[in-house]
């Protein structure tokens, strides 16, 4: 993945477009794509900032706030399978999601069957 434009690069490049050139134009000055250029014109248009945009972030785990739940599947039912643990979520009302979620979920220590 490409790293944002450089922050003296975006105020160039609006200040062409201000200045009556088109963003393709600009685009074109700067020897960056026309795309990333019109979506920077858009983008100052909507928010008055050449700042970029957040890139990725910190999603919450789909089971956070389950681990009690959890503890108590693993510890009753001793070779619990990861499927058997998304069965019990799933009749409990509750979307874990894929195995994987559960798999990040489960408590350390206590070791899943296959």
Not at 63 to 81: C, D, H, N, Q, V
Request: net charge positive; charged share 30%; with cysteine.
């Amino acid at each position: 993945m490409a790293a944002p434009l450089s922050q003296d690069l975006r105020k160039r490049l609006v200040g062409e477009v201000e200045q009556g050139r088109s963003a393709r134009q600009a685009a074109a000055r700067f020897a960056v794509s026309a795309s990333a250029a019109i979506k920077l014109v858009r983008r100052v248009r909507e928010t008055g900032s050449t700042e970029p945009g957040k890139i990725g972030g910190h999603r919450k785990p789909l089971l956070a706030g389950r681990e009690a739940l959890l503890r108590e599947l693993t510890a009753t039912r001793k070779g619990i399978t990861l499927a058997e643990i998304r069965d019990a979520l799933i009749e409990r009302g509750i979307q874990p999601g894929s195995l994987r979620a559960c798999q990040e979920s489960c408590v350390e220590g206590h070791t899943l069957a296959r």
